[in-house]
């Protein structure tokens, strides 16, 4: 039976309630509530961030951090509305595809700086104070065949020719690393990646929610913008309650869930599983299932999409991944999953996370690419986008 915390349930959608909300403290869900503006108000701003996901958050954060004003507008009552809030938690580097995949190294940077990031999340959880949970505990991609083992290999060298840790282990050694609950047979090996982790996707937003307002961004929620426009070298942006802000410069951070294209499936089994027990996946990227364990629940995620807004195949998507998580822990035949939900995100395969230019004098910059892998280079993008604004404005004033 879920229970619901009576100070918090009166005003959290129903859409945000699941696992996270299950297991995120007050404190991070009062961090995460958004204040409203007053509506039909006209403000000006140096910079306006559309969007509460770990993008928007941390763009708004690098922004004031660096002494602009900032004012961010999130169409709901909450920051996370979005994927943010409803992914897996799981800390990986780089995009969506093996690094051995990249047809050259122009996005090397993606993988060392997330990596980077991760490292530094971790730490920020130990400080006390911290919203974030976070622990690496390190993840295991599962080869059952040779072809897999094979581009697992190439895997490891590519990482470790840019300094990455990553090794191949052997079944005895992924056995003592899942702590002998996996059914094992037909393994044959394991990339082993021992930064990867995990990370309560509320407790991170909570976390870069705190920090932006601390360097004194405003963040606003159930502020839905309608219609953006760049004039005489100033954005315009509206919102449907006739507010209208404008600002020398715009970062949009709307994220992939909206003009989704595929429909992605997660769910959450109650189980113990040992603190450090690792993040594991099926070998095949993209199509994957990933599997993580934390607070007495293994997540499912990933596996193969539907159709964005295909309600009616739900059922069997959710009836495959559950067989599925059942197939690694046996210990959960003919048990119900705890929670299950789906969410339309804008994937395809292969693809990059990146900025893209908006606007003709005016600064601005659209986080694009994010996908079903987005929260560290989301960060890592939300305070690049912030950074090139803040350069460009100073050079302009
Ligand atoms: C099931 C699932 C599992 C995932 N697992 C992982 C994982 O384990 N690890 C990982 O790294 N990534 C994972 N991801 C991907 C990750 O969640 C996203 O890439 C990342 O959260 C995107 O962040 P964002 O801030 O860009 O977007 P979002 O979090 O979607 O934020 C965008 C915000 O913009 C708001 N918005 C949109 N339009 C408007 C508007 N017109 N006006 C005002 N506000 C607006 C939205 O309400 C939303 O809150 C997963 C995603 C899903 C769905």
């Not at 093996?98 to 490292?119: F, G, I, K, R, V």
């Not at 400080?127 to 697992?152: H, I, P, T």
């Not at 959710?318 to 705890?338: D, I, N, S, Y």
Request: glycine residues 10%; charged residues 20%.
């Amino acid at each position: 039976m879920t229970i619901f915390n009576p100070q918090t349930e009166s005003d959290v959608p129903a859409s945000m309630k699941g696992v996270w909300f299950d297991t995120a403290s007050d404190r991070i869900i009062n961090s995460l509530r958004l204040a409203n503006l007053g509506s039909g108000s006209k403000i000006e701003t140096d910079v306006v961030v559309i969007g509460a996901g770990v993008s928007g958050l941390s763009a708004s954060h690098a922004a004031a951090d660096a002494g602009l004003g900032v004012i961010l507008v999130e169409r709901g009552p909450f920051a996370a509305s979005g994927a943010s809030g409803k992914n897996a938690g799981i800390v990986c580097m780089g995009a969506n595809m093996h690094l051995s995949e990249l047809s050259d190294d122009s996005y090397n940077w993606l993988w060392t700086e997330t990596t980077a990031l991760a490292m530094d999340l971790y730490e920020r959880s130990l400080a006390s104070g911290s919203f974030v949970s976070a622990r690496m505990v390190g993840s295991l991609s599962l080869a059952l065949n040779s072809d897999d083992s094979e581009s697992l290999h190439k895997e490891v060298e590519a990482r470790k020719a840019l300094g990455l840790p990553a090794d191949l282990l052997g079944v005895d050694e992924i056995r003592k690393k899942t702590f002998n609950r996996l059914a094992l047979e037909g393994v044959q090996s394991a990339l082993w990646l021992p930064q990867e982790g995990r990370c309560h996707p509320w407790s991170l937003c909570a976390q870069l929610a705190e920090e932006a307002r601390t360097a004194g961004a405003k963040l606003y929620g159930n502020a839905t913008v309608s219609n953006i426009q760049e004039i005489n070298g100033t954005w315009l942006v509206r919102l449907e309650d006739g507010t209208e802000i404008s600002a020398k410069a715009l970062i949009r951070c709307v994220g992939p869930t909206v003009h989704p294209n595929e429909r992605i499936y997660a769910l959450a089994f109650a189980i113990d599983l040992p603190e450090m027990f690792p993040i594991f996946q099926d070998a095949a990227p993209f199509t994957y299932y990933d599997f993580r364990a934390s607070d007495g629940h293994v997540v499912c995620t990933g596996g193969p999409y539907a159709k964005a807004g295909q309600q009616d195949v739900d059922k069997d998507h959710l009836k495959e991944m559950a067989k599925r998580v059942q197939a690694w822990l046996p210990e959960l035949a003919g048990k119900e999953p705890k929670y299950t939900w789906a969410v339309d995100l804008k994937v395809a395969p292969k693809m990059v996370p990146h900025l893209e230019k908006l606007g003709q004098v005016a600064p601005g910059s659209s986080i694009e690419g994010l996908g079903a892998l987005g929260v560290l280079p989301g960060i890592l993008l939300g305070r690049k986008a912030a950074l090139n604004l803040v350069s460009t404005l100073r050079i302009d004033k």
